[in-house]
T-cell receptor, first 112, second 114 residues
Framework: DQQVKQNSPSLSVQEGRISILNCDYT??????FLWYKKYPAEGPTFLIS?????DKNEDGRFTVFLNKSAKHLSLHIVPSQPGDSAVYFC???????????FGAGTRLFVKA | DSGVTQTPKHLITATGQRVTLRCSPR?????VYWYQQSLDQGLQFLIQ???????AKGNILERFSAQQFPDLHSELNLSSLELGDSALYFC?????????????FGPGTRLTVL
């Protein structure tokens, strides 16, 4: 039972353009969402998060959008840089709960 | 460097064997999580501890067990190993262990079962 789905295994984008990574969830109890980035041979690192009381959160080149009615969130990277090439994991949890459920990840390639 | 350490980095063993993976959380963090990442799969949550007590359980097999010690380091024990247990095992830590807490991940232990 995949509660958090990232349906695109990979995405290729030209340097300087926008990268949009998508994530869908099924559990309406989730009210906190996080994105992690993972480089090869390293553990994931936290990138950005959003609470369900907001629909947008921005941190530099990274913006996360949340559409609660559609149970969908997306991560926008503008402008994309070659160093952004990594696997991006979407994760969801319920505040006060303890489990964090991760998606399968999307591998982003940013071409110079 | 996340501050989370995992040992060993690589482990190669045979089917039927038992191994122990070790994790030291970031200084000050009270909660430890274990995840399994098989080839091209996402991070499967296994189990979480907070200050020595089990707090949440995910898709952890009965052949697997874990504990968190008084000094807050944690061990994941995998027994009666099967080929399908070959994976990357990540440990993560956070301060409160709540769902909105950022988790800090270690570099992982790559387990190969032959």
């Amino acid at each position: 039972d995949q509660q958090v789905k990232q349906n695109s295994p990979s995405l290729s984008v030209q340097e300087g353009r926008i990268s949009i990574l998508n994530c869908d969830y099924t559990n309406s109890m989730f009210d906190y969402f996080l994105w992690y980035k993972k480089y090869p041979a390293e553990g994931p690192t936290f990138l950005i998060s959003i609470s369900s009381i907001k629909d947008k959160n921005e941190d530099g080149r990274f913006t996360v959008f949340l559409n609660k009615s559609a149970k969908h969130l997306s991560l926008h990277i503008v402008p994309s840089q070659p160093g952004d090439s990594a696997v991006y994991f979407c994760a969801a949890s319920d505040t006060g709960g303890f489990k964090t459920i991760f998606g399968a990840g999307t591998r982003l390639f940013v071409k110079a | 460097d996340s501050g989370v350490t995992q040992t060993p980095k690589h482990l190669i063993t045979a089917t039927g064997q038992r191994v122990t993976l070790r994790c030291s959380p970031r200084s000050g963090d009270l909660s430890v999580y274990w995840y399994q990442q098989s080839l091209d799969q996402g991070l499967q949550f296994l189990i979480q501890y907070y200050n020595g007590e089990e707090r949440a359980k995910g898709n952890i097999l009965e052949r697997f067990s874990a504990q968190q010690f008084p000094d807050l380091h944690s061990e994941l024990n995998l027994s009666s190993l099967e080929l399908g247990d070959s994976a990357l095992y990540f440990c993560a830590s956070s301060f409160t262990g709540q769902g909105e807490d950022e988790q800090f991940f270690g570099p992982g232990t790559r387990l190969t079962v032959l």
